[in-house]
């Protein structure tokens, strides 16, 4: 059975910094690219990052140039290193098997003083 459990997230003050981590089991983990969303109350859930099978990378607008995702395949693991946190990154982080419907259950996020 596929299983994504993040973890990592909490409450920052603007301008920290969190690194979430997504472990993966079930499956052959290196095979897949990754991707991290979020999703704030009364909005869409978007995509946050992905990291191809390979290493490529992309990332959204909004968080270019704050943001890292990496991953180890030796652990079963994707993170996402977010810095200079802003209030407007408030949102529930889930991990997802790129192109699959699995999902991790998510880890809340919250930016505030």
């Known amino acids: 059975q596929v299983q994504l459990v993040e973890s990592g997230g909490g409450l920052v003050q603007p301008g920290g910094s969190l690194r979430l981590s997504c472990v993966v089991s079930?499956?052959?983990?290196?095979?897949?690219?990754m991707g991290w969303y979020r999703q704030a109350p009364r909005k869409a859930r978007e995509l946050v990052a992905r990291?191809?099978?390979?290493?490529?990378?992309n990332y959204a607008n909004s968080v270019k140039g704050r943001f890292t995702i990496s991953r180890d395949n030796a652990k079963n693991t994707v993170y996402l290193l977010m810095n200079t946190l802003k209030p407007e990154d408030t949102a529930v982080y889930y991990c997802?098997?790129?192109?699959?419907?699995?999902w991790g259950q998510g880890t809340q996020v919250t930016v505030s003083s």
């Open positions: 997802n098997l790129d192109g699959t419907f699995y």
């Open positions: 079930g499956t052959i983990f290196s095979n897949y690219a």
């Open positions: 990291i191809g099978r390979g290493g490529t990378t």
